[in-house]
């Protein structure tokens, strides 16, 4: 199964319709791959939170409409990252996933609204349950950002039949280490794969970590991303999933 995992800089001086045609330049880069993966709020830009409510759109708006166009087209899975959804006088951080042939199989709510010096928590709602979705490539599981701090939203996840975990993110260079720690320890535990597209940049005087990882189910990162906007690409066999679990089969021994 080939990755790819693109991080994208966050560039302040670009309007939200110059990212999206900047972004969807690179995508058209990566044809032959099975799953493209994109980071969080990445089209206004996470930290621009003065943007969010004059930018938000429906899940059918022209956001969602340009990349289910773009995963028909590239013939690839498409985690578009996510945007902020307006639904009512309500908006979320809800992050989507197309097939290859461009339907929308999947959207997540961020969970966990970070408050942290940060304005999510005020102007979004949050979502209510943990997402997983049927792919060729069995089940895979949502998340955004925050949530990786949260072990039992992705055990919930693998009680669903997580094989795969995708998480959309904006996490600041400030706690990269965590970071690291958790992409690792939510792959290990769980005996999963974690793709994850962390933004790049500095934003809104906020720098943004980059690192967006692949890690297999032993936590090992076989492949990762520095600071700096780029495309990280590498191949998985879904089969090891099974045979690690197999053969250390820790989810089995489970008592809680």
């Known amino acids: 199964m080939k990755i790819a995992s693109v991080q994208v800089e966050i560039r302040d001086e670009e ?3 110059q990212r999206i045609d900047r972004v969807s330049a690179k995508l058209d880069a990566l044809e032959g791959q099975d799953l493209i993966v994109l980071p969080e709020i990445w089209a206004t830009g996470y930290f621009s939170f003065d943007n969010y409510m004059k930018e938000a759109e429906t899940i059918d708006g022209s956001f969602v409409q340009h990349f289910s166009e773009k995963a028909k087209k590239l013939g690839a899975y498409l985690h578009a990252g ?6 009512d006088d309500k908006y979320y951080n809800t992050s989507i996933l197309f097939n290859r042939d461009g339907e ?3 959207t997540s709510r961020k969970i966990h609204l970070f408050r942290y010096g940060s304005a999510e928590g005020e102007i979004l709602t949050r979502g209510e349950k943990p997402i997983v979705i049927d792919t060729e490539f069995g089940k895979i599981g949502l998340s955004t950002c925050y949530d990786l701090r ?3 939203l992705f055990r919930s996840q693998v009680d669903q039949g997580a094989k795969i975990f995708l998480v959309t993110s904006a996490w600041p260079h400030q706690r990269l280490e965590h970071w690291k720690l958790f992409n ?3 792959a290990l535990e769980n005996q999963c794969f974690l793709i994850s597209s962390n933004c790049a940049g500095k934003t809104s005087n906020v720098l943004v970590g980059g690192h967006s990882q692949v ?4 936590g ?4 990762s991303a520095g600071e700096f906007e780029t495309v990280v690409k590498t191949e998985i ?3 090891q999933i099974e045979s690690i679990r197999e053969v250390f089969p820790q989810l089995k021994h489970r008592v809680l």
């Not at 996510?82 to 639904?87: L, P, T």
């Not at 090992?220 to 492949?223: H, K, L």
């Open 82 to 87: 996510s945007f902020v959804e307006r639904e």
């Open 104 to 106: 929308l199989v999947g």
């Open 184 to 186: 690792a320890a939510r």
């Open 220 to 223: 090992t990162v076989i492949a």
């Open 215 to 218: 890690v297999d189910p032993w």
């Open 237 to 239: 066999d879904l089969e």
């Open 15 to 17: 309007t939200k319709e």
């Open 150 to 152: 949260f072990p039992e």
